[in-house]
């Protein structure tokens, strides 16, 4: 015990002997950011003063690199302008711009690789850099507050992704914003991350995800890309009080995914609002899922999940169920959906007869879309009346016993997607 003491005590010492010796060493324009790197000890501040330095930088022992009124670190169009290679380092306030354009070398305006543990990315323009960071085999990282432009002029395949993250874990994704990448962020084997309140767009995916575990998805806006997000081969998915809307394919896709929970979340405007593929045992409750050419695609096996207490309001096709079965939703306290034709005898707040989402309309509006120009009329309600007293008529369905009458987003209107100052 006492040797114990006496080794924590030892430590102590020494860090605050480090702290002591911790020095500032300042670069002008026209000095040599790299050279201050060299010349400082784990521990010192690189401050770099507001100018152009056309650099590549190596940062191989904890310090800090600090901007003063933001000057620009420019790779001149090759290789990363940043390499970080060891633990503890910190880079804010700079504008990190001109890497590389090979997609085989990963070139980034910032590469983390291996070894590069703790490392702390805040306040930083990341611009025409092909990936704006590029993390690899590390643990705790933090990239936060930053702004993320790839390379514009390149097509969307020649381009790299915004953030990516390969064989990470206790990765903190905050407040970032992100465009003209290929995708937003792009995250593979890694686990135990928090990715919260970014705001994404004009990519691909918002985000590309596969293969990773125990993660945190909150309160981030992803709008205008080809899908927001796409979560894919993965379980213990917490996504929540995300804002979703405007992308020309899906909203979220819950692809291969098991025991996760999807909650509070505003998806508006997209072609497909949720995109359900091979999905298990997963929790959707108290999503708005509004103005979508279709709610949700729901197909390859997706069963045994709970989706209760979700608004489904004027999407022009509620589901699209492609299955050999029926499959029940809404099993506590019911979804609502607006074109639910059904009443309320008892006045309990749920419909006294169940909604299926596959019925003879629906179906009549696949093959014939101009189907949906004759939603609302008086015929095509009455063919939906008529066809549930037909069994013959009717195809496996996503079936809700008990639908709420009413939406749980009285203003529903209100939380449709825009763009926020």
């Given at each position: 015990m006492k040797a114990s003491l006496r080794r924590c005590a030892a430590l102590l010492?020494?860090?605050?002997?480090?702290?002591?010796?911790?020095?500032?060493?300042?670069?002008?324009?026209?000095g040599s950011i790299g050279a201050a790197i060299a010349q400082a000890r784990p521990g010192d501040t690189v401050l770099v003063e507001r100018g152009r330095y056309e650099e590549h930088l190596v940062i191989d022992k904890p310090l800090t690199l600090q901007g003063v009124g933001r000057p620009t670190v420019s790779g001149g169009g090759s290789g990363d302008t940043i390499r970080v290679r060891a633990s503890g380092v910190t880079i804010a306030g700079l504008i990190v711009a001109d890497s590389g354009a090979d997609l085989g070398a990963q070139n980034a305006g910032i590469a983390i690789r291996a070894g590069a543990d703790r490392?702390?990315?805040?306040?930083?323009?990341?611009?025409?850099?092909?990936?704006?960071?590029?993390?690899?085999?590390?643990?705790?990282?933090?990239?936060?507050?930053?702004l993320i432009t790839g390379k514009r002029d390149l097509a969307s395949a020649q381009r790299g992704n915004g953030i990516q993250l390969y064989d990470t874990s206790g990765a903190r994704i905050e407040d970032n914003r992100i465009s003209?990448?290929?995708?937003?962020i792009y995250?593979?084997?890694?686990?135990?991350?928090v990715f919260r309140g970014n705001r994404i767009h004009d990519v691909r995916y918002g985000t590309h995800y596969m293969n990773s575990h125990h993660n945190l998805w909150e309160g981030n806006e992803v709008y205008r890309n080809r899908t927001?997000?796409?979560?894919?081969?993965?379980?213990?998915q917490q996504v929540r009080n995300n804002r979703v809307w405007g992308n020309s394919d899906a909203g979220i896709m819950l692809r291969t995914i098991?025991?996760?929970?999807?909650?509070?979340?505003?998806?508006?405007?997209?072609?497909?609002?949720?995109?359900?593929?091979?999905?298990e045992y997963n929790t959707l409750r108290g999503n708005l899922v509004a103005d979508n050419e279709v709610g949700a695609h729901v197909w390859a096996g997706s069963i045994h999940n709970d989706v209760d207490g979700n608004d489904f309001v004027r999407n022009r096709q509620q589901v699209r169920y492609v299955a050999a079965r029926d499959e029940a939703w809404g099993g506590k306290s019911g979804n609502y959906w607006s074109n639910y034709v059904g009443w309320d005898r008892d006045g309990d707040g749920r419909g006294d007869t169940p909604y299926e989402a596959?019925?003879?309309?629906?179906?009549?509006?696949?093959?014939l879309p101009l189907v949906k120009l004759l939603l609302?009329?008086?015929a095509v309600q009455t063919l939906r009346l008529v066809a549930q007293q037909f069994p013959l008529l009717r195809a496996p369905s996503i079936v809700d016993a008990k639908p709420r009458m009413r939406p749980q987003h009285e203003r529903w209107q209100d939380l449709r997607g825009s763009i926020q100052p």
């Open positions: 010492v020494a860090l605050a002997a480090s702290l002591a010796g911790a020095a500032e060493l300042r670069v002008a324009p026209g490392a702390t990315v805040r306040d930083c323009d990341l611009s025409y850099n092909l990936f704006g960071l590029y993390i690899e085999g590390v643990k705790d990282v933090q990239v936060i507050g930053n003209f990448t290929r995708d937003g995250v593979d084997i890694s686990h135990h991350a927001g997000l796409a979560l894919m081969e993965t379980r213990d098991q025991d996760s929970v999807v909650e509070g979340n505003v998806v508006t405007g997209n072609q497909r609002g949720f995109f359900i593929y091979d999905a596959n019925d003879v309309v629906d179906r009549l509006v696949w093959r609302n009329s008086a």
